[in-house]
């Protein structure tokens, strides 16, 4: 009879935490399907129509699909998030290659200085970082532009960095290849000090320089993070938008739509515009790009390097 009691006793006081289980688990179901599910599918369905969320809201079919394939903008656009890709995901891994390697090589407390001082742009605002860099970028009297004029002799009122369609989005790509440099090396010092030193100490027997180390060692056995790296950045530069919003003035995406990028352009369509429906369009576009993005990711990841 005891015994019975006991186990009575144990499974009242299981049902309590099985009910706190299933209240969480419907939380987090009903907290995803508002958040994630719901505005997914009700932004196909603003995609088909013509709406201001106000006072219009008319079924156009394709006609929101139709406009973007004849929208300069949206091809303009595009190109800009690809160049975006290209130029950070480049110039970020090989600065940030350079740095981590000549980090690699210094030892005890001056390491992790190092390591803290290119990582703290990581943790700061890129609100912050964005207006500090539009001052730094600053005609005339900008630190950029009067570096330059006393090196090279150069009008300090003609360095318009922001101002240029031929030089705005490049100077943004260097302020975001700069802000994350921290990151990326933090992820390759991680990467070399898991290569064994018994790899280098076999190259330098045979004599074998430490430029020929680093390509021939160093750089392939880091192979999984330049990937995930390259992937995660890729990712980044279809969805960029702060940045380009900060240093580009109003409306942002100037001079000229030479900063324009797809979230801009959405952004600006939905709600300069009011064209919500042509807004949700672009949004699709930017979802398939970035679902074969993470598509690609993952098989990238599924492959099994072998050292």
Do not use: C
């Not at 419907?26 to 129509?49: A, C, H, Q």
């Not at 001052?135 to 009122?157: Q, R, T």
């Amino acid at each position: 009879m005891m015994e019975n009691n006991g186990i009575v006793s144990v499974a009242k006081k299981r049902k309590p935490f099985n009910l706190f289980i299933l209240v969480v688990a419907l939380s987090v179901l009903i907290y995803y399907g508002l958040v994630g599910i719901w505005p997914f599918f009700y932004n196909i369905f603003l995609s088909f129509r013509k709406t201001d969320l106000i006072t219009m809201n008319k079924f156009v079919g394709l006609r929101n699909y139709k406009f973007m394939i004849n929208d300069p903008i949206f091809w303009k656009s595009l190109w800009h998030n690809f160049y975006y890709l290209g130029v950070m995901v480049s110039l970020g891994i090989v600065s940030s290659l350079i740095i981590s390697a000549l980090i690699y090589r210094t030892k005890g407390v001056m390491r992790k200085v190092y390591t803290a001082m290119f990582f703290a742009p990581v943790v700061t605002s890129m609100v912050a970082i964005a207006l500090v860099w539009t001052l730094l970028y600053f005609p005339k009297i900008g630190f950029f532009a009067v570096v330059l004029s006393k090196l090279f002799g150069i009008d300090p009122g003609r360095l318009t960095f922001l101002e240029q369609t031929t030089t705005a989005l490049l100077s943004i790509i260097i302020m975001d290849v700069w802000r994350d440099t921290g990151i990326r090396t933090v992820i390759f010092l991680a990467g070399m000090d898991e290569i064994p030193d018994s790899l280098y100490e076999s190259a330098r027997i045979d004599g074998a320089s430490q430029m020929r180390q680093f390509f021939r060692i160093t750089i392939p056995l880091l192979t999984p993070q330049l990937v995930f790296i390259a992937a995660i950045y890729s990712i980044n530069a279809i969805r960029v938008y702060v940045q380009i919003y900060m240093m580009t003035g109003s409306p942002p995406g100037g001079p000229a739509n030479s900063t324009m990028v797809l979230t801009l352009h959405m952004y600006l369509s939905a709600f300069y515009g009011m064209r919500f429906g042509y807004g949700a369009t672009i949004s699709i576009v930017m979802f398939v790009i970035l679902f074969g993005m993470v598509l690609l990711e993952l098989k990238a990841f599924q492959q099994k390097w072998e050292y």
